[in-house]
């Protein structure tokens, strides 16, 4: 467990609760099995930042998760989870808004499969400004715009909507998990809504 | 009114409509100044490709106008028209939206001002696929995806929903306005929607 | 010339510079031309944040030009101008490029036409993070490569090759034009440079 | 050989041809660590479509790579390879480049992380236009720009410089593995290069 990260247990999906029958889909994988892949591969993720948009598309509030990790330290992230085996980026996409935000939060899966930003985490701190002790990931990154209920799930002890002069204090791009103040200040870019 | 191209007088959008006050509105231009700025700069333009989307942001539908056009042609067009001074780019294509689909077609302006592409036309037809014999013309154009009920207004006759199979077809991208096939063609291109 | 701001002579291009005969070339305005166009519609324009990338295509410095405005003060920009009429969006980047770094920077413009933000000046400062006090100007801006020798030109006084960190920090993009240091952060962001 | 496809053997990367000490780097697999990855997760890999374009940036030419397989057919692709262990998107964009083009190709690394499009290969046919019958393979697709001298290596036979208009002709689509035809649109459409 310390192996692969605090909150590796809780992140790893779990097929029970979404009725999958994990011994029949492949794309679910033992601890151990991710574990050897992890060294082996590089992990595709996507990532979603949750935005409220306005009528105009302008983005009114960006949606936070805070979490707690094991050595007491909460921290703040995006919907997150890999990509399975045999599974579009679009479904892991949907699957893990379902999964961190509940479902009834409507997520607006976008049209176009183009990522606003690609990002690279490395498992050494201090290469780059993203990091994962777990793995070598490099996750698709989309704006997400969500219009039901929010509901944060599974390990994820809150969420918080911020307007984007709210997200961009130093303080709370600061607190990002792994080095994602970078990627929330990337996004707010992307959204002409910086400032 | 043949200078400006056949269907000129319907395209300017009309300020009664919108229930604005055209003498106070210095974006609305007299036709006298419509012409003259024509012949000093290139006009902005916003474009919109309607489209119908399912739960996992894949494009089912396209949308296409049909407009007559005063030789007793008709053609296939997207939604567009003019950025008016002081106008933003989102205020812009929400308002075109409006104009061309009516008031309940609900679009969702896109969160990030950035077009899948640029468009140039140009007067003289054969310098680039797309022409628009009245103007030098540069259109920043998106992909919208609409919800509510679209009831074509002006001078659209009719707005007719294509799978994007339907919409790659020879004969459609042949239709289109000014050369705008290759444009669908792009949408598509940009949604992974293409074969 | 207080009209239009205060160094309007200067960046309208000089057609004798470019060997253009202006009588012949509709592109060029007389400032009365040009003034009366600026009542009436929004005007396009192209803007370039010049870089210098390394063998990878990471960012390695950022050109910004440092230019005198007639109250004493400086300020810092990218290259910008005006889409003239007849005139390609391409060409345009070229050509203001050109004007603004010298003939021998070797500028690589982009492959694709779309740009990486779509920059809204409204003349009122305050109602967006950009303003221009002589116009209703939409930018298409772009981060172009440069490999040759810069040579500013025209009212700059000077290009200064700043490094991400350099150009992130917050006095300089407080000492940029008409609020770009928004677009800096944009420019940065959509590099992975950020931090 | 016959289970993970014809010209596997050929694909991955040879550490001998870069100087790499297989034992000691991570990044590089067996071919049964591959096997038995591939039965996990989706493979990242990184795609090229190699241009080369004039001073405006514009395309002139889009280079395929034409490779025989097992079974007697000859058929065209892009520069591809795998994202290795511990190597960043960029460091697998270049070294790829190189594998196929020679190491005097002199290719242009995109400034920007964002590929043009992210390309899904299911093992079954037909279930999306894209298939790779050794794996599940998600791609992240780059136009990159080549100046230098192209020889190519490993397994391809010949390097064919094609017009726009040529490669979108329908038998050069047709004849692009694994469905990349679509890929092959999507980049013209993405240079503005259709038509």
């Avoid at 990091?131 to 969500?146: G, K």
């Amino acid at each position: 467990m310390t192996l692969f990260g605090a909150h590796e247990p809780e992140r790893e999906p779990n097929p029970e609760v979404f009725g999958v029958d994990a011994q029949a889909s492949p794309g679910w994988l033992s601890q151990e099995g991710l574990a050897e892949t992890r060294g082996r591969v590089p992990i595709l993720y996507v990532e979603a930042v949750p935005v409220r948009v306005d009528h105009l598309g302008q983005v009114e509030k960006v949606g936070l998760l805070l979490r707690g990790s094991m050595d007491g330290r909460m921290s703040r992230s995006f919907v997150s989870g890999r990509v399975l085996l045999g599974e579009t980026v679009r479904r892991a996409l949907l699957r893990n808004l379902e999964k961190d935000l509940g479902p009834a939060a409507f997520p607006r899966i976008p049209a176009s499969p183009v990522p606003f930003t690609v990002a690279e985490y490395l498992p050494l701190p201090g290469v780059t400004p993203l990091h994962d002790p777990r793995q070598h990931a490099v996750s698709l990154v989309y704006v997400v715009s969500v219009t039901g209920d929010c509901q944060p799930r599974q390990d994820a002890l809150e969420l918080t909507w911020l307007t984007p002069a709210e997200a961009s204090a130093p303080e709370v791009l600061a607190d990002m998990e792994g080095g994602r103040g970078v990627l929330l200040t990337q996004a707010l870019a992307h959204l002409n809504a910086l400032g």
